[in-house]
């Protein structure tokens, strides 16, 4: 197949400004390789998390770790983790070894478990990939699986063409596809370390050296150690996390061999559609609706309970405590009823109590009003009209 470039990202872009891709992304953490041992600040603490070349660190939105993971492969002896792809456990490495009586070579992606032999999901030799040039980064493609990966120095494929160090590559059945991401958008030179294709039009990016790209505010300089999103659709480059700053002196030395990021579920936020009521004490039963907003994923439960106030449960209104749910992607409202004791006898003219939400399970916010305050008008004493209302 030629060499096709569908997410072409042109080199006559640079200089230009650019709309921030990341303006809508929020993130959970980022999982990182670095081809160097590094100290992360730990979350929380005063200590620090020393992680080698040879494993991943969990790194939050603010720079600081909050744990470390090493692959589930235990033979690497002194391989640096060259790229991963984190939710197929997919790995190439810098150094062939033999790893439970298969042999992995640099240009490999392979998944391992345990004592298990690895398999490999990409045979870099089978493909036609040139000894001696290592895999740089692994990645899937959102919207088929399919595996992309760059590689640490050009070579010709005679059937797909040249095969540049800053391309990105689809594979299908072993076999180069089509360019995904091309070096053309970037100067001479410049390789990139890392990539998680994240969404269909955002690729986050490390490169092997410092590069002034355009940004969101004009010409940008990314470091070796930052994190950079590459807008595919219009254009345009980000910086999305920083490792260059006092709070981490070791990344300095260090590039990253392997990104990837989780994004933040927005599983939205959770109110009332008022926050009070007044009724007579006749009322019987009143409906309140519990509303969610400003995002729907994942599956959420939220909790509705009544609070004694002047008014108490069992003799003026009967208790609730009713736990509600949304699926994935459900944003429709809910009901909670309330029943009003009517006891027929004289009471303060007004008595009150109160509904209060709280989220039972899953990541989503409590919004205002998050409290329903209900008056309740007693219709049993001499100061109520004929429809029950106070006078």
Request: hydrophobic share 40%.
């Amino acid at each position: 197949m030629s060499n096709l470039k569908l997410h072409t990202l042109c080199g006559c872009l640079l200089g230009l400004i650019a709309l921030p891709v990341t303006a809508q992304l929020t993130f959970e953490e980022f999982w990182l390789s670095g081809d160097v041992s590094v100290r992360v600040p730990e979350a929380g603490s005063s200590a620090v998390i020393i992680v080698n070349d040879r494993s991943q660190i969990v790194i939050n939105p603010d720079g600081s770790g909050s744990a470390s993971s090493t692959p589930s492969v235990s033979e690497l002896d002194g391989a640096d983790i060259d790229a991963f792809d984190r939710f197929t456990t997919a790995y190439s490495i810098d150094t062939a070894r033999e790893i439970n009586g298969v042999l992995i070579k640099p240009g490999d992606v392979f998944f391992a478990s345990g004592s298990n032999p690895p398999i490999i999901f990409f045979d870099a030799e089978a493909a036609g990939v040139p000894g001696g040039v290592n895999l740089d980064a692994v990645t899937q493609n959102p919207a088929n699986g399919n595996l992309v990966v760059s590689f640490d120095r050009f070579f010709d494929d005679p059937t797909f063409g040249i095969v540049m160090p800053g391309d990105l590559i689809e594979i299908v059945a072993d076999q180069f596809n089509q360019v995904v991401f091309d070096s053309d958008s970037l100067p001479d030179g410049v390789n990139v370390d890392a990539a998680h294709w994240l969404t269909d039009d955002v690729m986050l990016l490390s490169f092997d050296v410092d590069v002034a790209l355009p940004g969101s505010q004009g010409s940008l300089v990314f470091r070796d150690d930052d994190i950079v999103a590459a807008d595919l659709v219009g254009g345009g480059f980000d910086r999305v996390l920083s490792l260059a700053d006092d709070s981490h002196p070791s990344w300095v030395a260090a590039d990253l061999d392997a990104l990837w990021a989780e994004l933040a579920v927005d599983a939205g936020a959770f109110r009332f559609s008022t926050s009070f009521r007044e009724v007579p004490e006749s009322i019987g039963t009143i409906d309140f609706t519990v509303e969610r907003t400003d995002g729907s994923e994942s599956a959420v439960e939220a909790r509705v309970s009544s609070v004694n106030g002047s008014a108490t449960a069992g003799s003026d209104f009967n208790a609730v405590d009713q736990v509600l749910s949304w699926a994935d992607g459900d944003s429709s409202s809910r009901t909670v009823s309330v029943t009003i004791v009517n006891d027929g006898a004289e009471e303060d003219s007004q008595e009150t109590f109160s509904l209060q939400l709280a989220i039972e399970s899953g990541d989503a916010d409590l919004a205002s009003p998050s409290t329903v305050q209900i008056n309740i008008l007693d219709n049993d004493g001499q100061n109520l009209f004929s429809d029950g209302f106070e006078s």
